[in-house]
């Protein structure tokens, strides 16, 4: 039975991008398109008019104008918008005659910063006189080490102004972690950091840069930003061919040059989590990127150039590429680095109200992590300015919508979120114009042919299957680095289903029109030969007050699969006979028998990637003795050893 949380008034519909977007695609094609359903099935039966439409509606600055749409229309192989050229920052930066702020720095000491947009066109200016200098040029690679400060946005636009390609890791990732990354790439130029803050201490990154420079030989020049200790002096620093950011800026600059760029050449290079292996390095290119972050940003969030937009991210996620994107909007974005716990637990809740934030992201573990900590900021904030809350990184608990309607604000659209690195953005998401459904994402994304299959392929409805797009799109990547024949991209995507992209998620299309993610597909447990996804054991899990966190796998157990559930137990609390009862009795009354684990164990910590996600398929094989590959992609990769030798499980 669906429970309808929020529905939005007639006046946010009729105020909405998405509004006027419909009425658009009504003139331009004479039909009518009553509803929303209605508008996403014209966008994936006429994809050509749909995409050109975008490209219209949001005046992409075309230098060449295309000659055609969509051509070889086959995954992979599709052109979209051949023969064009055009520059995805010079369309974030085309606000530069405002003295409203583009950029809102929060740091965790308490530090901010704000730049207008007359003051960021300056600074991207004389970050590009740097780089030129410096001999960067269209194709080079520049690569970040770098917290979420201005500098990293900064340089970003005038890397890609340039026509080079950008790619950005935190500073919390593990030296082999960023070796694994960077050294694939061959970058030219870093950019790095003298340290970080983060939970109250500081964290000295010099050393692990100048291991960084040693271990790339590519690299011919270290742009350093002193974020720890401002009045930094590099005479006796162990870092080589380096220079302070203010020097490296301190040339003459000029107006920004856009080098246009054909529409699939490359952009951003980002990466796949690595946990399984060395990380994909995963190429997206200037237009798709832009025309695909044009369309969820303005539609399905609805973001205006009056809006303020926080995404807690780092610039190792792919949120930070999707967010910062938001500037060709004119919306103005408020970018924070540090824990989201620090100085306490209503950190970044001060931050919506100080900056009266309207659209705020963040990660579904940040959200279960705000309820355990008893935050209600309905009772202790004023945070009349916000109209929407983002969720991404896993599957956001039914119980994690009712927490935000309860205690958080219960007017806003709360949109749960799902995509990927791989497309740099999503597949399904909100939408300012639907109801929020309890337990569902909105809606798929607006030319997205997203539809769940069955092993064989078929497209089902109400039914858990994997998740594919059956029809090409713009923000596929132009391939991976370093892929001369494709074949690993082939093998990434299209292997499973020819001729379709399987995502690798598991979930279902709702009647509603909605999507409901149950997990990853490779992670599902099979106990009895029953498809099991992970995230419908978390939900019954957490409900569970003893319970922070939990993590299960499917085990190999006299020739067949049991579920084994590992718990992060309240800082005191032991996982006694009765909670484990509990723990057994709350999963068994609202789901099945088969959900029910076999075996509870208590853990210390649950091991995740950098950017937060669980990582079930390393602890599975941790458990049944194999290697895990990559420990470094991992933020506790000592939580992992806890799993290697647990007598319980053999």
Not at 126 to 142: E, T
Request: glycine residues 8%; hydrophobic residues 40%; aromatic residues 10%.
């Amino acid at each position: 039975m669906t429970q309808v949380l929020w529905t939005p008034s007639e006046q946010t519909i009729n105020a909405s991008n998405l509004q006027a977007f419909r009425q658009a695609a009504q003139l331009k094609t004479g039909q009518s398109f009553p509803d929303y359903q209605h508008l996403y099935d014209w966008s994936i039966s006429d994809r050509v008019s749909f995409w050109e439409l975008v490209a219209d509606f949001f005046q992409v600055m075309f230098h060449r104008q295309p000659q055609a749409v969509l051509a070889n229309d086959v995954m992979p192989g599709a052109r979209w918008f051949p023969d064009s050229t055009l520059n995805y920052a010079e369309h974030l930066l085309q606000h530069r005659e405002s003295d409203e702020p583009a950029i809102i720095f929060r740091g965790e000491k308490g530090q901010r910063q704000s730049l207008s947009w007359q003051k960021l066109y300056q600074e991207v200016a004389a970050a590009q006189s740097g780089l030129v200098q410096k001999g960067i040029k269209k194709g080079d690679r520049v690569a970040a080490f770098m917290p979420n400060c201005p500098e990293t946005i900064i340089m970003m636009l005038a890397t890609t102004a340039l026509g080079a390609i950008w790619s950005s890791c935190s500073p919390d990732f593990g030296f082999q972690g960023v070796l694994d990354r960077f050294g694939q790439i061959e970058p030219k130029l870093l950019l790095a950091c003298d340290g970080y803050f983060y939970g109250g201490k500081t964290i000295d990154c010099k050393d692990k840069v100048a291991a960084i420079q040693q271990a790339i030989p590519s690299l011919q020049q270290t742009v350093l930003v002193p974020f720890m200790e401002p009045g930094l002096s590099l005479s006796e620093s162990p870092l080589t061919s380096t220079l302070l950011y203010s020097d490296f800026t301190a040339q003459a600059s000029h107006a920004i040059h856009f080098e246009p760029v054909a529409f699939n050449d490359p952009l951003f290079i980002m990466y796949s989590s690595g946990t399984t292996g060395v990380p994909k390095c995963i190429v997206h290119g200037h237009g798709g990127t832009l025309l695909q972050h044009l369309k969820e940003l303005a539609l399905h969030t609805d973001l205006k150039s009056t809006d303020t937009f926080f995404y807690f991210t780092t610039c190792g996620w792919m949120m930070w590429n999707w967010m910062v994107s938001a500037l060709a909007l004119g919306t103005t974005l408020v970018i924070y680095d540090g824990s989201p716990f620090s100085p306490g637990p209503s950190a970044l809740v001060d931050l919506l109200e100080e900056e009266q934030v309207s659209v705020f992201g963040t990660s579904a573990k940040y959200i279960a992590a705000l309820e355990k900590a008893g935050v209600k900021p309905d009772e202790t904030h004023d945070l009349k300015h916000l109209k929407a809350i983002l969720s991404t990184g896993s599957p956001l608990l039914h119980e994690s919508f009712d927490y935000v309607y309860r205690s958080v604000k219960n007017d806003l659209c709360l949109s749960s979120i799902s995509g990927g690195t791989d497309i740099v953005s999503c597949f399904a998401l909100g939408n300012p114009v639907l109801p929020v459904i309890r337990g569902e994402l909105q809606c798929r994304g607006l030319g997205m042919d997203v539809q769940f299959v069955n092993d064989d392929g078929e497209p089902r409805s109400e039914e858990k299957g994997e998740l594919t797009c059956q029809s090409s799109f713009p923000c596929m990547p132009v391939g991976f680095w370093n892929d001369e024949d494709g074949s690993r991209y082939q093998n990434a995507y299209f292997n499973r289903f020819p001729g379709v992209w399987a995502h690798g998620d598991y979930g279902e299309l709702r009647q509603s029109g909605g999507v409901v993610i149950h997990g990853r597909a490779d992670a599902i447990l099979n106990p009895g030969g029953v498809r099991i996804g992970t995230a419908e054991i978390y939900r019954q899990v957490e409900k569970v007050e003893a319970v922070l966190e939990s993590i299960a796998i499917g085990q190999e157990w006299e020739n067949d699969v049991r579920v084994v559930l590992f718990v992060k137990l309240r800082p005191g609390v032991s996982l006694s006979n009765e909670l484990t009862k509990e723990i057994k009795d709350t999963v068994r009354q609202n789901t099945t028998p088969r959900h029910v684990p076999a075996v509870i164990l208590q853990v210390e910590d649950i091991p995740r990637t950098i950017s937060g996600k669980i990582v079930e398929l390393a602890v599975r094989d941790i458990v049944h003795g194999k290697h895990v590959e990559n420990t470094e992609a991992l933020a506790n990769p000592e939580a992992l050893e806890y799993f290697r030798d647990r007598v319980e499980l053999k």
